[in-house]
T-cell receptor
Framework: QKEVEQNSGPLSVPEGAIASLNCTYSDRVSQSFFWYRQYSGKSPELIMS????GDKEDGRFTAQLNKASQYVSLLIRDSQPSDSATYLC???????????FGAGTTVTVRA | DTAVSQTPKYLVTQMGNDKSIKCEQNLGHDTMYWYKQDSKKFLKIMFSYNNKELIINETVPNRFSPKSPDKAHLNLHINSLELGDSAVYFC????????????FGAGSRLTVL
């Protein structure tokens, strides 16, 4: 399984602030990148996908991709207590039909 | 109506026992997966089946044996359980192999004593 690394948490931010999550990956030819959110005791759910360099915005979430640097990030603007969860970065494996996941960053939004 | 359902949700057993986890999806997807999530939240793929055929078999002890009787079902049988098998096992599906948007089941938490 290819390596996917995320900045270690936990990350604690006050309500209304921006939470910034980072992810680097080892497979230079990966083409698809995903952010999954996992609440405690629940299953992961997809919140963002990004395939091209640059930014992609969806509501309060912005994913940023830089393939040259093998880096993908997630910004959560106007963080809410309901955003408190573990965020998993996932990258496609160019050789096999599977995703490699990072270990996740746990975010806590303080009210 | 649950899209990907797993049973049981919780499983507590003794070392050396054999146990099974079942998974069913009603999404009409062709491809199903088993992932293992350890206590540090690291989610790692174990197996994948596409239309009943095994297509991904990661480095997993052969005590783990998946079975897919049809494309809507994927079961996981574990023989001679060990302490290190304690984890949450997630079933997931995608419309076809190579599709990357996974739909996960709720997970089955296995505790080996």
């Amino acid at each position: 399984q290819k390596e996917v690394e995320q900045n270690s948490g936990p990350l604690s931010v006050p309500e209304g602030a921006i939470a910034s999550l980072n992810c680097t990956y080892s497979d230079r030819v990966s083409q698809s990148f995903f952010w999954y959110r996992q609440y405690s005791g629940k299953s992961p759910e997809l919140i963002m996908s990004i395939y091209s360099n640059g930014d992609k915005e969806d509501g309060r979430f912005t994913a940023q991709l830089n393939k040259a640097s093998q880096y993908v990030s997630l910004l959560i603007r106007d963080s809410q207590p309901s955003d408190s969860a573990t965020y998993l970065c996932a990258v496609d494996d160019s050789n096999d039909y599977k995703l490699s996941f990072g270990a996740g960053t746990t975010v806590t939004v303080r009210a | 109506d649950t899209a990907v359902s797993q049973t049981p949700k919780y499983l507590v057993t003794q070392m050396g026992n054999d146990k099974s986890i079942k998974c069913e999806q009603n999404l009409g997807h062709d491809t199903m997966y088993w992932y293992k999530q350890d206590s540090k939240k690291f989610l790692k793929i174990m197996f994948s089946y596409n239309n009943k055929e095994l297509i991904i078999n990661e480095t997993v002890p052969n005590r783990f044996s998946p079975k897919s009787p049809d494309k809507a079902h994927l079961n996981l049988h574990i023989n001679s359980l060990e302490l290190g098998d304690s984890a949450v096992y997630f079933c997931a599906s995608t419309p076809y192999s190579g599709a990357n948007v996974l739909t996960f089941g709720a997970g089955s938490r296995l505790t080996v004593l």
